[in-house]
C-alpha cells in the first residue's frame, strides 16, 4: 500500500482538478458556490451596513444613540460612567411653562438644552415667520426660538421678547424642526427652545415640579452596550434607558421587518445554491467512481483516496468562496449607489465580517451538500477496473440527510431567522415536496395509456419520463424548487412590501390633536372637516391607573421590566367607545352590545398587553380615576396595529363607565402639505388644543419601506441566479445518460430534429409540471407565511396560475440548451466508450 505525502497529495488534487476544469458538473458547482457565497455576503454587507444606515435614521428620533430619561437629574456617577466609556454627551430639560408678553400669556412646552445639543440629526430655524429653514446649532444666552404657533398665538415677531419665569429671552428665530420631537407624541405645544445656561435663571425648576430630564449619549455599538450594562442595575424607579431601536414602536416595527425580509430572501438564494452544489457534487463523485477504483488498484489507500477528492472540492471551495466574497462586496457598493437618495451619506464602513460569515456559509454548504456523495468514493471497490457494475456501497440516508439538515441549521443560525419564520418556509415546502411529489408520481403514471396513442416525439420524451419516474419527480420537484423560490420572493415584493406600504398610504394622518375640551368639540370635529379629507374619530380620553387585578395589587402580578410594568407604574390614556375601532381585531371575548345584563361594566384590554400582565376573560380590575375608584370585568382582549397613525389604547372601557368624569378628546387627522396657514389658524381658534406633527416619522417609515423595497429588488437577482444554477446542475445531472441515449437512437436512423421535438416536448412537460407545483407550493408557504411569520389576512393569488407556462418555456429553453451535447456527440465515439 503506497503512502503519498501531503505535498504529494495535495499537488496531484491541483493537477486533476486544472485538467477536469472543463467538466460541465465542476463549473456548474463552482458557479454555484460563487452565487452562495456573493449572495451571503452582499446580504451580510447590506444588512449590516443599511441596519447602521436606518439606526442612525431613527437615532434622530432620539438626537442620540442612547438617552437616559428621567423625572429627577441623573446622578453624577451615571454621567461620569458614560464618559469614561468614551461617549460623547449632551442634556436636554424639558418642562411646561406659561409664556408672557405684553400680549397675553400661553401655555408652551419649553426645552433647555446645551451646546452640544442634538448628537444625532438637525435643529432646523428659519429667520422669519414661513421662511425658508436651515440648520442650526441652539439658541445662544439670552435667546429663544419659537414655533410659528407661538408667534401667531401671542402675535409676536422676531426681536421680542418673552418671559419664561423670572428670566427674558429674545426670540431671535423661528423654531422649524426637532429631531427629537417626533418620538414624543404627548408633549405639549406649541414649543420653546432656550438655552441651558439660562435655565437656573428662570427659576421654574424646583424640587417636586414636574420636568422631564434627558442624558444624550453617542458612540460606538460596544460602548454603548457596555454603557446600558453598567447603568441599567443602578437605574431608579423614575429613570429609563432606551436606543434608537425600542425608542419608537414604528420604526423599531420598520427595522425589524425590514430584516425578516432580507433575511427571507437571502436564505432562498442561499437554499437554492445549496441545492445546485449537491446535484453537482453527486454528479462529480458518480464521474469519478472509476478514476477512485484504478487509484485504490495502483496502491492508494482508501483514506487518502478519499482526501484527493476531497482536497479537489476544498481547493474549489475555497477559490469559489474568495471570488464570491469579492463578488458580494462589490455588489453592495452598487446597491448603495442606487439607494444613495434614500440613505445617510455618512453610513458606517465595512468590516471583513460580513465576507468572512459569507465564505463560512459557502463552505458550510459545500460540507452539508458535498460531503456525504464525496464519501462514496472512499468506498468504491478496486475490483470496478473490471467490473463496471460494481458500485460504493451508499451512505446512510441518516448521515445524507443529517448533514444536509445541520448544514441548514448552521445557515440558519448565521441569517439569525426567527423559528416561526423557519418553521413557515421549510415546513410548508417539506409538506408541499411530499404531497406535489406523490401526486406527480400518480399523474405520471396515468400518462401510460396516452402513451400508446401518441406521435413519436411525445413518446420519445414521455417515454424518458416514464423510464425513471422517480428521477424525473425529482428533476420536477427540483426544478419547481426553483420558480417557487422566485414567486415567492416576487409575492413579498409585490405584495407583502405594498400591504405594508399601504398601512402608510400618502393621505396617512400627520396630525395629532390632544387636549380638545368638551365643549369645543362640536365645533373642533366641524373645522377639522373642512380642513381635512379624513379626519378620524374624536376619543375621549382620561388618565387613569390600574392598581388592583382580582384584588391583589398590581405589583405582586406583573414582572418587573415587563411591558405591564411600565403600564402600571404610570397613568393610562383611557377610553371608551360603543363601537370595535377601525384598527383593532378581537382575539378573544364579545364586544359589549347595549341592553345585555351585566355585574359591573367591561373593559377590552390590548392583546400583548393582557399577555404580559396575565391577564384573561372574566378577571376584575381596579382604577384609580380622578380620584375616585371603578371596578370593571375584562370581556375582550383586542389586536392593534400601532403602525396605522391612529389614536390607539391599551384599554377600552363600556361606554357609560367613565361619563362622571371630566375629560378632554384626542384625535388624529391629515392636514395636506403647504397647509401651515391653516395649522395656526386652527391653534388660534382652539388656543387649548395641543397639535402634534408627526410628518417627519412618515417620512422616515416611508424611506425604510422604499429601502427594503430596493433591496429585495437586488436580492432578486441572487435568486435568479441561484435558480438557474440549479437547473443547469439537475440537466448536467442527467447528462451522461442522456449522450448515450441520443447516441443510440441516431444509430438507429432517428434524425436530429425528432430528437430535438422529443427533447422540447420532455422538458416542457416537466416545466409545466413544475410550474403547477410552484403555484400550489407558494400558495401554502404564501398561507404560513402570512397566517404565522407575517401576521397579514391571506387571500389566493389568481396571478400564480401563469407559474406553468413561465416553467414550461424556461425549462424547454434551458433543457434544450444545456443537453445540447447530447445532440452534437459523435454516435460512433459514445458507443465505442461505452
Not at 751 to 777: I, N, P
Request: hydrophobic letters at 50%; aromatic letters at 8%.
Amino acid at each position: 500500500m503506497t503512502k503519498l505525502p501531503r505535498s504529494r497529495l495535495v499537488a496531484l488534487a491541483w493537477r486533476q482538478l486544472l485538467r477536469e476544469s472543463h467538466s460541465g458538473e465542476l463549473r456548474i458547482l463552482f458557479f454555484a458556490l460563487i452565487i452562495a457565497v456573493a449572495a451571503s455576503t452582499a446580504i451580510g454587507y447590506f444588512s449590516a451596513r443599511l441596519n447602521e444606515g436606518m439606526l442612525m435614521r431613527a437615532s434622530e428620533f432620539l438626537a442620540a444613540d442612547m438617552v437616559l430619561s428621567g423625572s429627577s437629574p441623573a446622578a453624577d456617577e451615571q454621567i461620569s460612567q458614560g464618559q469614561a466609556q468614551g461617549l460623547d454627551h449632551a442634556q436636554t430639560v424639558e418642562f411646561s411653562s406659561v409664556i408672557a408678553t405684553d400680549a397675553g400669556i400661553q401655555l408652551a412646552s419649553v426645552k433647555a438644552v446645551d451646546k452640544a445639543y442634538p448628537l444625532r440629526g438637525q435643529l432646523k430655524r428659519a429667520d422669519k415667520l414661513y421662511g425658508p429653514e436651515q440648520p442650526s446649532s441652539g439658541p445662544a444666552p439670552g435667546n429663544a426660538w419659537a414655533e410659528a404657533r407661538l408667534f401667531a398665538a401671542l402675535n409676536l415677531k422676531i426681536g421680542d421678547s418673552i418671559d419664561v419665569g423670572n428670566k427674558s429671552l429674545k426670540l431671535s428665530h423661528v423654531l422649524t424642526y426637532e429631531p427629537d420631537r417626533a418620538g414624543n407624541f404627548y408633549s405639549l405645544t406649541p414649543r420653546v427652545l432656550m438655552n441651558l445656561d439660562d435655565l437656573a435663571a428662570t427659576g421654574i425648576v424646583q424640587p417636586g415640579s414636574r420636568v422631564k430630564y434627558r442624558e444624550l449619549w453617542r458612540g460606538t455599538p460596544d460602548q454603548l452596550a457596555a454603557y446600558k450594562n453598567l447603568i441599567e442595575p443602578q437605574l431608579e424607579a423614575n429613570q429609563k434607558i432606551e436606543g434608537s431601536r425600542d425608542s419608537n414602536r414604528q420604526i423599531g416595527g420598520a427595522l425589524g421587518r425590514a430584516e425578516r425580509y432580507l433575511n427571507l430572501a437571502s436564505l432562498a438564494a442561499v437554499l437554492l445554491a445549496g441545492v445546485a452544489v449537491a446535484l453537482s457534487a453527486t454528479r462529480f463523485a458518480a464521474r469519478r467512481f472509476d478514476a477512485s477504483a484504478l487509484m485504490r488498484c495502483l496502491g492508494l489507500s482508501r483514506g487518502q483516496a478519499l482526501s484527493l477528492f476531497g482536497l479537489q472540492l476544498a481547493i474549489l471551495g475555497l477559490s469559489a468562496s474568495l471570488i464570491g466574497a469579492l463578488l458580494g462586496w462589490l455588489s453592495q457598493f452598487g446597491l448603495f449607489y442606487l439607494l444613495k437618495e434614500l440613505l445617510p451619506p455618512d453610513l458606517p464602513s465595512a468590516s471583513f465580517g460580513p465576507a468572512l460569515a459569507g465564505m463560512a456559509t459557502g463552505l458550510v454548504a459545500l460540507a452539508g451538500f458535498a460531503l456525504p456523495p464525496l464519501a462514496a468514493l472512499g468506498r468504491v471497490p478496486p475490483l470496478r477496473v473490471l467490473r463496471r457494475d460494481l458500485l460504493p456501497v451508499p451512505a446512510s440516508s441518516w448521515l445524507v440527510y443529517g448533514a444536509a439538515l445541520f448544514a441548514l441549521g448552521l445557515i440558519m443560525w448565521r441569517l439569525s431567522l426567527d423559528l416561526q419564520l423557519t418553521f413557515a418556509l421549510l415546513g410548508g415546502g417539506l409538506v408541499a415536496a411530499l404531497l406535489l411529489g406523490g401526486l406527480l408520481l400518480l399523474g405520471l403514471k396515468s400518462l401510460r395509456r396516452v402513451l400508446a396513442r401518441a406521435s413519436l416525439p411525445w413518446r420519445l420524451g414521455l417515454g424518458q419520463l416514464l423510464r425513471y419516474p422517480l428521477a424525473a419527480a425529482g428533476q420536477s420537484l427540483a426544478f419547481g424548487l426553483i420558480i417557487l423560490a422566485m414567486a415567492l420572493i416576487a409575492l413579498l415584493r409585490g405584495e407583502l412590501l405594498d400591504t405594508w406600504q399601504d398601512q402608510l398610504p400618502e393621505d396617512a394622518p400627520n396630525h395629532f390633536a390632544l387636549n380638545v375640551l368638551p365643549e369645543h368639540k362640536a365645533a373642533f370635529e366641524a373645522r377639522l372637516a373642512e380642513l381635512s379629507p379624513k379626519p378620524a374619530h374624536l376619543y375621549p380620553v382620561i388618565p387613569g391607573r390600574l392598581i388592583k387585578i382580582n384584588d391583589q395589587p398590581v405589583q405582586q402580578i406583573v414582572s418587573k421590566d415587563s411591558r405591564g410594568d411600565r403600564a402600571i407604574n404610570r397613568d393610562l390614556s383611557l377610553t371608551w367607545a360603543a363601537d370595535l375601532p377601525t384598527d383593532n381585531e378581537l382575539v378573544a371575548g364579545t364586544w359589549w352590545h347595549a341592553g345585555e345584563p351585566q355585574d359591573m361594566p367591561g373593559v377590552s384590554v390590548e392583546s400583548e398587553l393582557a399577555e404580559s400582565m396575565q391577564l384573561k376573560l372574566g378577571d376584575r380590575l381596579s382604577f384609580v380615576v380622578g380620584g375616585l375608584s371603578r371596578d370593571v370585568r375584562v370581556t375582550s382582549l383586542r389586536k392593534v396595529n400601532w403602525n396605522s397613525f391612529q389614536p390607539n389604547f391599551y384599554m377600552i372601557f363600556e361606554p357609560g363607565t367613565l361619563k362622571d368624569l371630566p375629560v378632554t378628546y384626542l384625535t388624529s387627522f391629515y392636514l395636506p402639505p403647504q397647509q401651515d396657514r391653516q395649522l395656526v389658524e386652527l391653534a388660534r381658534q382652539f388656543p387649548a388644543v395641543t397639535l402634534l406633527q408627526v410628518d417627519a416619522l412618515l417620512a422616515q417609515l416611508r424611506s425604510i419601506v422604499a429601502q427594503v423595497t430596493v433591496a429585495i429588488e437586488f436580492v432578486l437577482l441572487f435568486v435568479l441566479a441561484a435558480g438557474l444554477a440549479v437547473l443547469f446542475a439537475g440537466l448536467q445531472a442527467t447528462l451522461d445518460e442522456r449522450i448515450r441515449q441520443g447516441a443510440l437512437l441516431r444509430a438507429l436512423g432517428a434524425e436530429r430534429k425528432l430528437l430535438v421535438k422529443a427533447r422540447r416536448t420532455e422538458f416542457g412537460l416537466l416545466g409545466a409540471a413544475s410550474g403547477l407545483l410552484a403555484a400550489l407550493g407558494c400558495e401554502l408557504i404564501s398561507f404560513l407565511l402570512y397566517r404565522y411569520a407575517f401576521d397579514l389576512t391571506w387571500h389566493p393569488h389568481p396571478w400564480l396560475l401563469v407559474l406553468p407556462v413561465i416553467g414550461a418555456v424556461l425549462v424547454a429553453s434551458a433543457g434544450i440548451l444545456g443537453t445540447r451535447r447530447a445532440l452534437n456527440a459523435s454516435p460512433l465515439t459514445v458507443l465505442r466508450e461505452g
